[in-house]
């Protein structure tokens, strides 16, 4: 039977997917206020989307089920956007079905906006998987964004291998193994694609008791850069966003404690915790024509926590 013909399910038995009847309506709306005698110009944009390019574009965000992932997923969406939102274990492929539901139920009847996927990054099948989500449910591959990631506090000298092996697998070979299935469709079809790695103001500085993890963050940048030079002469552009600090699930316990969380705002200069909209933002403006000449870049956000803030008073 043609694709065409073929119901969602069908055509994604394996995954966790669903397709409603609607019509999907973006509101575009921009507030431009301009002083024009002054020649300065202020440009408010109240809702998404921002990039009219990236409507129809398809997405694959590794560990989209919470956090990071999740706002970047759920921006790409609302950017007009098709995603994969892979989640990893049991615990969260409900958050990633939801999601993947709310796009659905919007879309045009038929069509499907989101799957959610199940995966583990660190194996070549699972991400193989993810791979051919994308092309089997949306027919193309433009974006990857590798995102999961995990961090747990050791003192150095206590690290147990196995924690060392586990952060180097996840956070390290999954952005390997997502770069490298993205890579080699963009080569073998001749796409413009773009990668984001998810780095860290930590690909820079270094962290105490969270050595495995400070140590793939900053892999992650040369490795980014790598590829980045590797491809750039085929439209190929490959950058890494490194947050700081930013509300998200994984760092709930931290932030959530008034003292522990004044210590962490302390290191800011801007003296907030970052938004998970902070990060999307970057993600969005990183897969835009808008970013078309960036490339190998780190794109710190971070409210200047990676400007060493202990010399803001110019001592030293
Ligand atoms: C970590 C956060 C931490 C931040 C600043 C991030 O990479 O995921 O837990 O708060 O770096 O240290």
């Known amino acids: 039977m043609p694709y065409a013909e073929l119901t969602a399910s069908q055509r994604i038995s394996s995954l966790a997917c669903s397709s409603h009847t609607g019509r999907e ?29 990236l409507q129809g574009q ?43 539901a709310r796009y659905n139920e919007k879309a045009d009847a038929g069509k499907l906006r989101a799957v959610a996927a199940q995966a583990d990054v660190t194996q070549e099948d699972e991400i193989d998987k993810l791979r051919h989500a994308a092309l089997e449910v949306f027919g193309r591959l433009d974006v990857w964004v ?35 299935a ?17 780095s860290s103001v930590h690909e820079v500085i270094p962290w105490p008791t969270f050595s495995d993890y400070a140590t793939t963050k900053s892999g992650i940048m040369m490795y980014t850069k ?11 552009r490959v950058n890494c966003i490194a947050p700081g600090a930013i509300e998200t699930p994984i ?17 800011i200069p801007m003296h907030r915790i970052g938004k998970v909209t902070d990060v999307a933002n970057a993600a969005a403006w990183l897969v835009s024509g808008q970013s078309r000449y960036v490339t190998g870049h780190s794109l710190f956000v971070d409210g ?3 400007l060493y803030p202990s010399f803001e008073r110019g001592d030293g």
């Open 25 to 53: 309506r973006f509101g575009w709306r921009f507030e431009i206020h301009a002083t024009m005698l002054g020649a300065q110009y202020k440009t408010k944009s109240k809702e998404v989307p921002m990039y009219p390019e």
């Open 58 to 100: 398809v997405a694959v965000v590794t560990g989209a089920a919470s956090g990071l992932g999740y706002g970047i997923a759920k921006r790409y969406l609302d950017e007009g956007m098709n995603v994969v939102i892979n989640y990893h274990s049991d615990k969260r492929r409900e958050h990633a079905e939801e999601l993947a």
């Open 146 to 180: 590798n995102n999961a990631g995990l961090e747990a506090r050791h003192p150095s000298h206590k690290l147990p291998k196995e924690a060392w092996d586990k952060t180097i697998a996840v956070n390290l070979t999954g952005v390997f193994l997502g770069s490298r």
């Open 182 to 198: 993205a890579l080699a469709h963009f080569v073998e079809h001749d796409v413009r694609g773009r990668i984001i790695n998810l």
């Open 226 to 236: 790598s590829i980045a030079l590797e491809y750039a002469r085929l439209g190929i």
């Open 251 to 267: 760092n709930a316990e931290k932030f959530d404690d008034p003292e522990l969380r004044g210590r962490t705002e302390n290191m």
């Open 304 to 306: 200047g926590m990676s």
